[in-house]
């Protein structure tokens, strides 16, 4: 393949991944992108609210600090990727991949999940309804059954990585699926609810079965039941 359409093709790949990870985005409410730049949002709660469950210093931290990271360098690399499109480097362009999925998954993933989270004095814990609630059912026999089903998956994942509760958008069927680092959902499955098995486990040291337990208590289903229609 010649120099010429090999870098086009690696534009055009990169193209296609910023285009889906903003995309991807859009189901939250919160605008994470604007004007194609993603952007830190705001939380709908403050910091403290999710205590005991998750501590306030642990919210800071990750919303301020690692989010905000996330954003800024998926940010500078999208802009090295615009830089580097049209030169003869197409090693500089396919080394930005991961470095893009990286950062714009965890924009992502931090996005839908933080909607994915209230206050148990706005509903946190509340147990799913109407559709979503008959499809866990279904499913899974009982709510109380799916989250032993997700907690045994956030239990054997090695590192940091997430599990979701999606939807696959061509057959309708719930799953549960793991994804490692800050991989986004995407394809043909739509996110509904994620938790985070590294970063806001912190506050429990080598416990992470008490945060895998402890989280539960303010797992904003309306949100997931929203996503799932």
Known sequence: MSSTLLRQSTARTYLRTFTT??????PATIPSFARGKATL??????YGALEPSISGQI???HHSKHHQTYVTSYNNFTEQLASVASSSDPAAQIALQPLINFHGGGHINHSLFWENLAPKSSGGGEPPSGKLGNAIDQAYGSLDNLKKIMNT??????????AWLV???ETGALQVRTYANQDPVIGQFKP????DAWEHALQYQNRKA???GAIWDVINWKTAEKRFE
């Open 167 to 169: 939807k696959d958008t």
């Open 21 to 26: 990870i903003s995309k991807i985005a859009r």
């Open 59 to 61: 919210m800071e931290l």
């Open 192 to 195: 509904l609810l994620g938790i």
């Open 153 to 162: 998956k956030l239990a054997g994942i090695q590192g940091s990585g997430w």
């Open 210 to 212: 008490e945060y895998f």
């Open 41 to 46: 949002p705001d939380l709908p709660y403050d």
